[in-house]
């Protein structure tokens, strides 16, 4: 593959909380994808980004569905991308909707999925991350973790 559009999902991770934590909806998670200057997403990820099938409980009944995820792209050097970037857009920001805490026995999974990929390829990926509160306090970051 050499860039463009992919049409299946790039990877899907669990998140799980350290025993005695909780990730809940008032947390978001920054997920960055390496080598940062091979990456140039989609200036809008909403749509791309969503809990896999069994992959979120919801408060209620067990027919009860999680809030959609939100998903803002972002560039490491400026941010969150409003507009035309002239930086590479290389990171995303996931909000939680509804959806029950995730805890060390209550693991979530989400499925993320891009409109381009770097054009040389991306194997072997390595993705960094960092879940943090919705003020931005509390930061748990996540080193390089290989996917592929």
Not at 5 to 12: E, K, N, R, T, V
Not at 48 to 62: E, F, L, M, N, R
Not at 76 to 91: F, K, Q, R, T, Y
Request: some cysteine; aromatic content about 8%.
């Amino acid at each position: 593959m050499t860039g463009g559009a992919i049409s299946q999902p790039m990877f899907q991770f669990q998140l799980q909380a350290m025993v005695g934590t909780k990730i809940e909806n008032t947390h978001h998670i920054r997920l960055w994808f390496h080598p940062l200057s091979a990456w140039d997403m989609s200036l809008n990820c909403q749509g791309k980004v969503d809990w896999s099938a069994g992959g979120c409980t919801a408060p209620g009944s067990a027919s009860a569905t999680c809030g959609p995820l939100q998903c803002s792209s972002e560039a490491v050097l400026e941010g969150p991308v409003l507009g035309e970037s002239i930086h590479m857009v290389n990171s995303m920001k996931l909000t939680f909707g509804i959806m029950n805490p995730i805890t060390d026995a209550a693991i979530h999974t989400i499925t993320v999925g891009t409109n381009k990929v770097p054009h040389y390829g991306f194997f072997p990926q390595r993705v960094t991350a960092e879940v943090m509160k919705m003020d931005d306090s509390a930061p748990d970051y996540w080193g390089l973790i290989k996917l592929a």
